[in-house]
């Protein structure tokens, strides 16, 4: 009798637990939506792109793409915050998940209560850098520099509420710094603006300025990120020359519904952290600037709701107007 008693418990435990493990079981049944908040071509597309190919051979259903770039990326992230959260819609968006709600009055989505946090997949440093003009060759002498001055010396960035200017306004913040922020329509413009000296400083994506370290038309003082950047291993992170509290990337995530089945959200992280360990992708990643991350979706969770907050403060502390 209890030989009996206990397979029929061992039954009933198993049914119980069978709906919630077939969704991780049968997932994907059919294709997959993956939403690229940005316009095709750029380093978010790519990455999603190289994600989306590597979920569809591994799991033989396609994982097809779409990019929705308008209005900055919040059209893209309002419709995938509003898709079934079923696993069937997943989004991977920039650090304008984190920046923008700080930065508009009215979004269509709540980053924080409105999606899943699976995992951050890579992340890009912003770097500090300067004309080579500039008689300063380390942040130390860069801030005696400015503070001997104030007001006179200005620094650009991609463009009002980027994470560029955000970079610039937490250092700016952190050091008591009289330096004008000179906003520009995009990383080209404010690279050639600090190329030709009338910028002197700049704050950006490293992407966009590495070709121009490495040939000497930028002179690369710090990195925003925790660890120093694998391309440039003798620049200092901005800790390291003496300025705390400072991290700050450029990051590609991946995110889903809130409410999507626990089960879905590990699978993919589990699949999407060995896609970004393998070697052809890491090199893509390196040969754009990027390096692979794959925290956890609890360590991610943490991260958003903490970066969500802490870039809220620097654009109220800034005095950076709200978008409406």
Known sequence: MRLKFLALAGAAVALAAAPHMAPAQTYPARA???IVPAAPGGPSDVIGRIIALKLSEAWG???????IPSGAGNIG????AKAPPDGYTILTPTSAIIVNPGLYAKLPYDTVTDFA????AAASPHVLTVNPSVPAHSVKELVAWVK???GKYSYASPGTGTTGQLAGELFKLSLGLDLVHVPFNGGAPALNSTIGGHTPIMFSALPTVASNIKDGRLRALAVTSGKRAPEFPDVPTLAEAGVPDQESEFIQAVLVPAGTPKEIIDKLYREIARIVALPDV???LAAIGYTPIANSPEAFAAQIKADVARWAKVIRDAGIKQIE
């Open 32 to 34: 997959v939506r993956v």
């Open 61 to 67: 259903q396609q994982f097809n793409v779409e990019n």
């Open 117 to 120: 946090a699976v995992t951050l």
């Open 148 to 150: 001997a001055t104030p």
């Open 77 to 80: 992230v309002g419709i995938a």
């Open 282 to 284: 890491k090199e893509r």
